[in-house]
Structure formats: structure tokens, C-alpha cells
């Protein structure tokens, strides 16, 4: 037989198939081998929801069949049958994808139960109440997954029986209320549909699996998976689960717990649970669950257990686990287990105790770190202040946040698209939400707890998160979030400590954060593995102190025309554009080098002892200038103006007339960089002078200055040449002068496709290489990032064209293939030759990866991207060995 296999029982199955089985199913089958006692059932693989979407949505031939022996295998086992009115087997069927993607999927609980097989469930459990609760949710949740019925009717229909009931939760209807509601359900259902729901218990098998392959490409899940960078091509896997019952009296419970604190990495007890409730009810938020530990005093011996198979889990996954558990009259069962979603600070404890107990290497520990994760470490927290919280939450997810409140999703997802600072505020988050919470600085949520939709995804994002801060009443309708005598209306500030569980109304302010010892250390450990070395950009001391702070080992690229744009220098800048004669471009030029001269010696001294990259002047000249159109409305008013001044007049225009002259059709492609130098001189000549007279003062204070000096925009080895004479020439002048020495490296970016294929000419004069892969990735693909990036560009990205942005993360073969062959010439010539990249690229993991492969020195890249590049650095070293 060719055909494939598409389903598995669970005792075939272990954690090395995740591909096939999805991480839920595998991790399922893994528990069962390790003897953890889990549900019986089967696994339908991934391949089949695959194989069925690119089938247009029919099942590939066979799985059916398949899928009914092994659900005879599975009666068998149980001694259960699906719609057996004596002993009916109820099943659970799981969505499982292979990358875990909590709540982004559907679920249906409680298959098998019907009006033939109720009663049967109520007597063998001796609760008939229970069995009409299981029923009822059953046909919420078959109506919501697999016939689209809006949740909303059925909660409408079981608040509106709570309310003529005077129950306060579901726990406290009786029998026959829910035996009622089940009729109501039904109702509901049928007239949503216009039909009746299956009564064969097996045709609702093969829609309720056909639901979950479809809700793969459910929307909350695709932008889930764009948000993580997960194929859409996986596909799910489905897991047909025999039920187990937490919802049989207070005897029973569900729960989640983790191995260790997925907040701060502390090894400790973490966990919820709810007596006599089903698996949803804790995630959804729905009900306020109890911490953990109070089960030791409820559920005495299925809390024993837990605390074991907890060890048994982590020591076998070697990784703090995330666990979902049910309770069945006073059993235990494990129903998923997976590596915990943890914040970058826990993920860094995390590994560091895995190391220091012994169970990780240093390696090891390395590779499961996530660098882009990284990055919530490096956001801010609360500075000191004497506010009082007006409410408290739970501590969901650290880290602080400031924004306007908003109470829809929608409007937060706009909003925080367009560069708003926005606060999500809901009852409680469901996975609709998603989008709204990505581009949101934080969330807060009145129900729900640690283990709550939103407090799981806000971790995962690093996006500070209270939730369960029960004391807020909020209006969608009205727009408004009420707490005590306090209201905010949408618009209103609010500021969130994620980190203590706090709400405070209007805007705190926020402090940069500090890296902690857990940091420190496992960050040293990756500094042992790489070889990569890592610099930042900065431009100035402030910055450069900062990246040194991080862990900078120097600066890659030190932009000049930041310093020519600022307001105090400006009017002398644009003096030296317009002059009209020589001895006027020299006078203003005299102006401005002691600034520039100023700037450099704070970096210099920031830096000490370590390189700093300084890049000639690279814009084109108009950029310095008004706009002309600005400029040609100021002519137009002062002509129109009745008392102007007639040599005001002639400025105005004399500017107009000038920047008419600077301005280009394509400036990026214009006079800029090593061009502008060649025409102007006098302009890298200041620069130059200016370097060499910081480095001196510096040194001469008892610092370390290590300057290189680096032309942009090369095309032509002859162009580096003649600029490589201009630098000499003029340093040469300076240090004579003073009668000193110093030892200047000059190099050149690498930035223009021309340049890296004659990058063996080029090398002659050239004492390093720096790869500017914006503009490589500009010129080379022949895309203008301005244009591109609200335009076409975004198109290609979401309709998968293109794998991801070229200016985030490079593009391998194209622009990879250009920086290959760079560094490759180059090296052809001089074979020393130091080779770095500066830009965005330099603080992407991916593209570090690729910098690593090809040999680089260096990569540099924003100063609070620089312990991230350290940690994707060592992984790309760790890959390379
Ligand atoms: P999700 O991926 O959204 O977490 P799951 O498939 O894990 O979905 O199911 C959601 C909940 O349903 C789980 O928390 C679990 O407690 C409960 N559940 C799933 N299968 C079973 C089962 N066979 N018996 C009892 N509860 C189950
Ligand atoms: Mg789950
Ligand atoms: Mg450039």
C-alpha cells in the first residue's frame, strides 16, 4: 500500500511526532508512554487537514474509513460505544496544531451525548444533573464550532435561566433547569440553522473533525500565525479524546498549571483550578478560579499526583511545562502538556536554574532562548511615583503601559495602527481580540485569571497585561470603565503596571528598564559562544553610553547629519549650501566644526577604548533646506506683503532658486554620499578635521579613542580612491599641525549593487567593509523602501510573495547573495579585511543568521537591539557547529 496514514492511536504516538500528531496530540501520546495517566483516543495527523484543504475542503480518500476503525479500536479499549445507550462513550475532539497556538482554535467537548444517551450518562455517574450540564454544553459548543451559531445566543438563553432562576453561577442550576436549557438550546440552534443537529453521534464525529481542520483557517488564527511567524501551511492535527469529567460534583475540578512561574521564572507552585467544571471554563475567564494551592486541602491525592507528574514532565521535557488537568471524582488525568509560554525575564531565570540544577548545558540553554522575546526586557517599567492605584488586578503580565483607553478591539487595532498609544480594556479577552491586543501597549481585563486568554497571549507578546481587576464595571455601549465614584471614557489616559497588578488613572511616567543578574549571566554565556561581533548605531553619547550599557563592543555606524539637523545648527549649515563664493562656504563651515568636533569627542569618550565608525556625510544637500513648496509659498507671501522688505525678498528667492537647483527627481539615487564629498570637499575636509581634533582631546583627558572613518556610497574603487586621498591629506595637515600622531582606519560602506561585484577593487582602498543592507536592499532589489512599505510592498508580505519584509529580516538569496560575493571579493584582495553590516538587518535573528554563514566581523545595529543580536549570534554560531 502507497496511501498514507492519516491517523494514529495515542499508544502509537510520542513527543518526537509532533510534525505529524501537533504538539497537543504528541505530547498526549508522550504522557501515555511515561505512564502519566491520560484519556484514550487517536490522533488524525496534519497531513490530513492538509491534504484536505488543498482538496478544496474534501477528506483525502480513506480517512474516513480509517477514522471509524479507529474509533472501533477505541470502544473496543473502553468498552464504550459512541451512541450506546447502556455505556456511552463521549469523546472530546481537539484542534492541535504543531506549533501551540492557545485558544486560536476550536474544541468540542462532550460528543456522544444525546437524548439516546443521557440518561445512561447520568445513572453510571449516580448524578443525572451532571449529564444534562455535559449535554448542554455539548450543544453550545457543537453549534458554535461546527455550525457557526453566534455564542452569544446560547449565553443570552443560560443568563436569562440564571436571571428567572436566582442563580448566581451555572453551578447553582438545578436538573431540571438544565434539562430545560438544553431544550432551549436546541431551539436555539435549530432555528439558527433551520434544521435539526445530527442525532448520529458518528455523523457528528465526521462534522465535528471536518469543523476543526476549518478552523484552521479561522481569522483570529491566521493573524496569529502571521503575529508568530507560523506557515500557514501546517495545517492542524485533530485529537478524538475519550471525555473525562471535571463537571461531576466537587469531587471533580479542572485546572491549568505550570511547572514553574511563567511571569518570573521562580520555581514554584502556579496554577488554577475549578471544582466541578469543564476544562473551557478556567481558560475562558468566565468563572474566578482558585490558586493551586488550595486543591492540596480539596483534592488531597489527585494533588499529590499532580505535584508528580509535574516533576515526571519537566525532567523528561527538560523545560517548564504548561499543563492542563482534569479531575474525575477525585482521579487525575493530564490533558495537555506543553512548554510553557513565559516572559523573557522567566524564560532567562528559567534556563539559567535548568543550567545551574544541572539539566541543560550552557548550549543548550542558549538555543531556547528567543531573542526577538528579548525585547519586553528592554521596554519600560513605572518610575517612582506617589500615585495610588485606583484598582488592582492580577499581575498577568509584567512590564508598564500607557495609552488611552479603548474598550473594542477593533477600534484598538485601527488605532494602534495608526501610531496611538492605546490601553485595550475588556471584560475579558477571547481570541478574537488578537489583532487588538498585537497593536495595543497593554491590556486589562475585569474577569479572568494568570491563566487567562489574555494574560497567556500578553505574555507570549510581552505586552503588559492586569487581569481579573474585578472592581471595574465597563460599558461597551457608553464607552466608559467605572471604578468606585471613578469614570474614564474612551480617550481617557491609563496607565497599567503589569507587573504588580496596578491601575492607575492618567499617564505615569516610564522609566528605561535595567538588566537584571539572570541577564547579565546567560547573556555571558552566549558572548562565550559567538564569534560574531556586535556593535551599535548611535550618534551620539547618550546613545553610545547606552549600547554600551548593552553590551556594544563599539560603535558600527555613527551618523554626521543627525548633528547637521539640529535647530542650533541649522541656520549655519544652510549658510554653507547657499554660499554663494568660497570664502562665505569656509567661514560657515568654521561655525559648524566645533560642533561637530564637540559631538564626536562625547561618543569618543563613551566609547573609550573601543571602535566607533564615523560616517561622512551621506544625505543629499536639499534635505538640510524648507521644502520648496514651503519655500515657494514664503516668496509668494512676501511678494503679496505689503510692507516687505525688499532684501528679504531677495533671500527668499535666492533660497527658492537654490533649492530648485539641489532638488532631484530621485535623491536616492542622486548626489549624496561620496558623490556630495567629491563635489564639496570642503565639507569632509570639516569632518575630517573635526574627528582627528576630538580623538586628541580625547586622548589627550586620558581616554582611548578608537576612530575609523567610513565613506558612503561607493560605486567606484577610483571614487574611493580620491576620497581615501582627500581624508589622508587632510589628517595629515591636522596632526602635523599639533605634531601628533593617531591611527584612523578608513574604509567604505558596501551599498550599491556595483560596489560588492567590484568589491576586489574597491578592498585596494579600503581598510574595512561595512555592508549598508538598507540601502543594498533599496538599490539591489530596486524597491524604495518610502514607497514601498505602505504600498505594494505590504501587499506582496500578505499575500506570502515575498517571505517577509526585506528591510526587517534580509533577503536571503538576492540582497545575502550581493553581501556574499562583497565580502567574498573583497576578501579576494585583502584577506584580513574586517567586514561588518550596519543597519536594521545587524539586529534580526534571521539575518544574523545568514551574517554568521558568510563570515562577517560584525554586525551593528540599534543600541537596544544589541543583547538580542548577542543572543542570535551565539545561536548562529551554535547552528554553524
Ligand atoms: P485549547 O487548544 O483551546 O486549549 P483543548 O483541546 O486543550 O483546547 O481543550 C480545551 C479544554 O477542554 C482543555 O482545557 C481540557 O481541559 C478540556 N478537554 C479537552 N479534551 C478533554 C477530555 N477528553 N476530557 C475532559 N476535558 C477535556
Ligand atoms: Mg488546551
Ligand atoms: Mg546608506
Not at 181 to 210: C, M, N, Q, W, Y
Not at 246 to 257: E, K, L, P, Q, Y
Not at 679 to 687: C, G, R, S
Request: hydrophobic fraction near 45%.
Amino acid at each position: 500500500m502507497t496511501q498514507q496514514r492519516y491517523l494514529y492511536d495515542l499508544a502509537d504516538g510520542d513527543a518526537s511526532m509532533k510534525a505529524l500528531l501537533g504538539g497537543k496530540g504528541a505530547g498526549v501520546a508522550q504522557m501515555m508512554r511515561l505512564g502519566v495517566p491520560v484519556p484514550d483516543g487517536f490522533t488524525v495527523t496534519t497531513a490530513a487537514c492538509v491534504d484536505t484543504m488543498s482538496n478544496d475542503g474534501d477528506w483525502p480518500a480513506g480517512l474516513w474509513e480509517e477514522t471509524l476503525a479507529a474509533l472501533a479500536r477505541l470502544e473496543e479499549r473502553t468498552g464504550r460505544g459512541l451512541g450506546d445507550p447502556q455505556r456511552p462513550l463521549l469523546v472530546s475532539v481537539r484542534s492541535g496544531a504543531v506549533v501551540s497556538m492557545p485558544g486560536m482554535m476550536d474544541t468540542i467537548l462532550n460528543l456522544g451525548i444525546g437524548d439516546a444517551t443521557v440518561d445512561a450518562l447520568g445513572r453510571e455517574a449516580g448524578d443525572p444533573r451532571f449529564a444534562w450540564d455535559s449535554y448542554r454544553r455539548f450543544l453550545q459548543m457543537y453549534g458554535e464550532v461546527v455550525e457557526g451559531v453566534p455564542a452569544h445566543l446560547y449565553e443570552d438563553a443560560l443568563t436569562a435561566l440564571k436571571r428567572s432562576r436566582g442563580a448566581a453561577s451555572d453551578t447553582d442550576l438545578s436538573t431540571d433547569d438544565l434539562r430545560e436549557l438544553v431544550g432551549t438550546f436546541k431551539a436555539v440552534s435549530r432555528s439558527h440553522i433551520g434544521a435539526d443537529l445530527p442525532t448520529d453521534p458518528t455523523e457528528a464525529l465526521h462534522r465535528a473533525i471536518d469543523a476543526v481542520f476549518r478552523s484552521w483557517l479561522n481569522p483570529r488564527a491566521g493573524v496569529y500565525r502571521r503575529a508568530n511567524g507560523i506557515p500557514d501551511s501546517l495545517g492542524t492535527a485533530v485529537n478524538v479524546m475519550q471525555m473525562v469529567f471535571g463537571n461531576r460534583g466537587d469531587t471533580s475540578a479542572t485546572g491549568v498549571c505550570f511547572t514553574r512561574n511563567p511571569a518570573t521564572g521562580a520555581k514554584e507552585l502556579y496554577g488554577e483550578f475549578l471544582l466541578n467544571a469543564q476544562g473551557e471554563d478556567v481558560v475562558a475567564g468566565i468563572r474566578t478560579p482558585r490558586p493551586l494551592a488550595e486543591m492540596e486541602q480539596l483534592l488531597p491525592e489527585a494533588y499529590r499526583q499532580l505535584i508528580e507528574v509535574m516533576g515526571t514532565l519537566e525532567s523528561y521535557y527538560r523545560d517548564m511545562q504548561d499543563i492542563e488537568f482534569t479531575v474525575e471524582d477525585e482521579q487525575l488525568y493530564l490533558l495537555q502538556t506543553r512548554g510553557g509560554k513565559r516572559t523573557a525575564a522567566a524564560a532567562l531565570k528559567v534556563v539559567r536554574d535548568l543550567v545551574e540544577e544541572g539539566v541543560l548545558t550552557r548550549e543548550e540553554a542558549i538555543d531556547r532562548i528567543e531573542p526577538g522575546q528579548l525585547d519586553q526586557l528592554l521596554h519600560p517599567a513605572l518610575g517612582a511615583h506617589g500615585q495610588t492605584p485606583v484598582t488592582r488586578g492580577l499581575a498577568a503580565s509584567p512590564g508598564a503601559a500607557v495609552g488611552e483607553v479603548v474598550f473594542d478591539s477593533l477600534v484598538a487595532e485601527r488605532r494602534g495602527k495608526a501610531g496611538d498609544a492605546v490601553v485595550l480594556v475588556r471584560w475579558e479577552t477571547t481570541p478574537d481580540d488578537i489583532a487588538g491586543t498585537l497593536v495595543a501597549q497593554g491590556v486589562l481585563t475585569a474577569h479572568g485569571g494568570m491563566t487567562s486568554h489574555a494574560a497567556v497571549v500578553a505574555r507570549g507578546m510581552g505586552k503588559p497585561c492586569v487581569a481579573g481587576a474585578s472592581e471595574i464595571d465597563i460599558d461597551v455601549e457608553g464607552k466608559t470603565l467605572t471604578i468606585g465614584d471613578l469614570t474614564l471614557t474612551e480617550g481617557d489616559l491609563i496607565t497599567l503596571d503589569g507587573s504588580t497588578g496596578e491601575v492607575f488613572a492618567g499617564a505615569l511616567e516610564l522609566v528605561a528598564p535595567q538588566i537584571n543578574d539572570d541577564f547579565a549571566t546567560v547573556v555571558g554565556w552566549a558572548d562565550e559562544i559567538r564569534r560574531l561581533g556586535v556593535r551599535a548605531n548611535a550618534d551620539n553619547g547618550p546613545d553610545a553610553a547606552k549600547a554600551r550599557e548593552f553590551g556594544a563592543e563599539g560603535i558600527g555606524l555613527c551618523r554626521t547629519e543627525h548633528m547637521f539637523m539640529e535647530a542650533d545648527r541649522l541656520p549655519a549649515v544652510r549658510t554653507m549650501i547657499l554660499a554663494s563664493d568660497d570664502a562665505e562656504r569656509a567661514a560657515a563651515l568654521a561655525e559648524i566644526l566645533p560642533m561637530q568636533q564637540a559631538d564626536f569627542e562625547a561618543i569618543l569618550e563613551a566609547m573609550s577604548g573601543l571602535p566607533v565608525t564615523i560616517r561622512l556625510l551621506d544625505p543629499p544637500l536639499h534635505e538640510f533646506l524648507p521644502s520648496l513648496v514651503d519655500q515657494a509659498l514664503e516668496v509668494q507671501r512676501l511678494e503679496l506683503g505689503a510692507d516687505t522688505h525688499p532684501t528679504d525678498l531677495r533671500h527668499a528667492r535666492a533660497l527658492l532658486a537654490q533649492i530648485k537647483k539641489l532638488t532631484e527627481q530621485n535623491p536616492m539615487l542622486g548626489t549624496r554620499g561620496v558623490r556630495l564629498a567629491l563635489l564639496y570637499p570642503e565639507i569632509p575636509q570639516m569632518q575630517v578635521r573635526a574627528i582627528a581634533r576630538a580623538a586628541l582631546a580625547v586622548a589627550d583627558r586620558g581616554g582611548d579613542p578608537q576612530v575609523e572613518i567610513m565613506v558612503p556610497l561607493v560605486a567606484y574603487a577610483e571614487e574611493l580612491r580620491r576620497m581615501r586621498a582627500i581624508i589622508t591629506e587632510t589628517l595629515a595637515q591636522e596632526l602635523a599641525s599639533v605634531g601628533r600622531s593617531l591611527d584612523i582606519p578608513i574604509g567604505t560602506m558596501i551599498e550599491l549593487p556595483r560596489a560588492a561585484v567590484v568589491a576586489d577593487q574597491i578592498a585596494a582602498y579600503a581598510d574595512f567593509f561595512s555592508f549598508g543592507t538598507n540601502d543594498l536592499t533599496q538599490t539591489g532589489i530596486g524597491i524604495s523602501r518610502d514607497d514601498a512599505e505602505g504600498a505594494f510592498l505590504s501587499t506582496y508580505i500578505e499575500g506570502d510573495l515575498v517571505p517577509t519584509n526585506p528591510f526587517s529580516s534580509i533577503d536571503v538569496d538576492g540582497i545575502g547573495g550581493l553581501v556574499g560575493i562583497g565580502a567574498e571579493r573583497g576578501r579576494s584582495t585583502k584577506p584580513d579585511l574586517k567586514l561588518g553590516v550596519c543597519g536594521e538587518h545587524g539586529g534580526d535573528p534571521a539575518s544574523i543568521a545568514l551574517f554568521e554563514k558568510l563570515g562577517l566581523t560584525y554586525v551593528s545595529c540599534s543600541p537596544y537591539r544589541v543583547p538580542i543580536a548577542r543572543f542570535a549570534a551565539a545561536q548562529a554560531a551554535l547552528a554553524a557547529r
